[in-house]
């Protein structure tokens, strides 16, 4: 099992940017898919960007709401991962969430088939 703990939540004005960290603890000794998802008011927790960190080939796989303007890295030293968020806009209030799954085979497209939750942090874009 790991744990995950996002920080770096806020209000943040229309068009700026903000970076969330995600601490991963835990078993590390196994692969994971490693991903951030929002939820955003009255709409279904949906996928961003995940990364599957095992097997052969590592890759990301980044979806239409993040691209161009989303980015994940991770620092593998310190074990947290990190949401670069540019050009916000309003309609992308909402809780951000960091996740993983163990791998088994790649990374999940469902958000249901994720078992490793944080806690969730708030990002709020005003005028």
């Known amino acids: 099992q790991v744990q995950l703990a996002e920080s770096g939540g806020g209000s943040v004005q229309h068009g700026g940017s903000l970076r969330l960290s995600c601490v991963i603890s835990?078993?590390?000794?196994?692969?994971?898919?490693l991903g951030w998802f929002r939820q955003r008011p009255g709409k279904e927790r949906e996928r961003l960007v995940v990364?599957?960190?095992?097997?052969?080939?590592?890759?990301?796989y980044v979806d239409s709401a993040a691209q161009g303007r989303f980015t994940m890295s991770r620092d593998t030293v310190q074990n947290v991962m990190f949401l670069q968020m540019n050009r916000l806009n309003f309609d992308d209030t909402g809780m951000y969430y960091c996740?993983?799954?163990?791998?088994?085979?790649?990374?999940?497209?469902?958000?249901?088939?994720?078992?490793?939750w944080g806690q969730g942090t708030q990002v709020t874009v005003t005028w």
């Open positions: 990364e599957n960190t095992g097997g052969r080939w590592k890759y990301k």
């Open positions: 835990g078993d590390l000794s196994r692969n994971y898919c």
């Open positions: 996740a993983a799954h163990e791998l088994k085979n790649d990374c999940a497209t469902s958000t249901y088939d994720y078992n490793f």
